[in-house]
Structure formats: C-alpha cells, structure tokens
C-alpha cells in the first residue's frame, strides 16, 4: 500500500484544525518568551543571519 497523500475534512473539520494549530503556536511562542528564547534584530541582521 501507497503512502496517503490527501485527506478529507468538512469545513467545520478543517476550521477548528486551524484554531487548535493557531493556539499551539500562541502558547509555544509565550513559552519560548518566558524563557527568552527569542532574539530582537532588525530585518537586516535578521536577512544576514539566515543568509538571504
């Protein structure tokens, strides 16, 4: 058997899929935060330091 590529989700589905990933982010960026796991640079030093 071939590996799955699409899956099907009603729209209340993929709405709420959405919101569950969005609060993810939200409270592993506040953790990140608490814990000064972040960096405040300019859009320049940030473009050099991922080399773009």
Do not use: C, P, Q
């Not at 209340?12 to 959405?18: A, C, G, P, S």
């Amino acid at each position: 058997m071939g590996k799955k590529k699409f899956t099907v989700l009603t729209v209340d589905e993929y709405e709420k899929l959405k919101d569950l990933e969005l609060e993810k982010t939200i409270r592993d960026a506040e953790v990140d935060y608490k814990h000064k796991r972040y960096r405040a640079e300019s859009t320049d030093e940030h473009f050099k330091r991922l080399k773009i």
